[in-house]
């Protein structure tokens, strides 16, 4: 019986690859987060509000993607996490929908107590805010999109500023509409359509937080495909027992039993089923059992 691990060499987190994008980002947010709730309160603009409120979820998710980035790639030194601690960019991920969502509640419950009132809002430091945040968002933007892609910790930030930038061009929106009917009750509405948007987001990230922790096949990827590809390699006759999953951005795993004909170079095998998941399907990380016709072992197992 053989047994082997196909490792990625050089493999590091992809959040790790871009975590200076994130520390850009938060530097921006943190500084626009500051000017952005003070004038919120002097021109009691619900939108601008919420708005900040937004920034402040994205001032604490981005602390807390930073602090994962660090921690996902520290060695462990008590001997019990065997994957490290990759998943803690999953986990600041989750929390970024937590946040947002958080938002977006109190943005609708802040907006609902408005609409029967009426509130008077400074428009001019509405537009002059909203002003300023497009360009700080259009930054942030820039830097997180080449991580994106990569990383759903970075993924979760990058959603993050693009609702940003939504409610920026919302709070310039809102501004110009007080500015030129006199109805505050647009503020109002943008506030609301501000909030809509913050919980499509979040539920979209949330998707995809939930299917890593609950070990789902990872994007692009099928079971029958990798197992017709296993299937296909000299001498082996049956695949079981395979296994796919995301251990965090950009980290696929494996795990596979092969069933082989006797006198099969098991070496051979396993090299050629490490090439087949690693070119073919993105698995750097995969433990390989290789087993002979007249093993039985596995029909013991009860799940």
Known sequence: MGHGHGHGHGLASATGRHRWRLAAAFGLTAAYFVIELAYGL?????????????????????????????????PDMTGRRTYGSYRAEVFASGLAVLM?????????TEALGRISGATEVATGPMLVVGA????????????LRG??????????????VVADTAGSIGVIAAGWLVAATGQPVWDTLVALA???????RALALGRQVLAVLGQHVPPGMSIDSVTDDLAAIEGVIDVHDL??????????????????????????????????????????????QVEPTNHHGCDELGW
């Open 243 to 288: 296994h796919l999953w995301t251990l965090t951005s950009g980290m696929p795993v494996a795990t596979a039993h092969l069933v082989t004909f006797d006198h099969t170079n098991n070496h051979a095998v396993l090299d050629q089923a490490r090439d087949v998941l690693r070119r073919r399907h993105g698995v750097a990380h995969a433990t390989l």
């Open 194 to 200: 501000i909030g809509g948007f913050v919980v499509v």
């Open 42 to 74: 002097l021109s009691g603009s619900l939108a601008l509000l919420s708005d900040a409120g937004h920034m402040a979820a994205d001032v604490v998710t981005l602390a807390a993607a930073l602090a994962a980035s660090r921690i996902a790639t520290r």
């Open 147 to 160: 991580g994106a892609s990569e990383s759903l910790n970075v993924k979760g930030a990058y959603l993050e």
């Open 100 to 108: 947002m969502l958080g938002v977006a509640v109190y943005i609708v």
């Open 132 to 143: 300023i945040g497009l360009v700080v968002n259009v930054v942030a933007l820039l830097l």
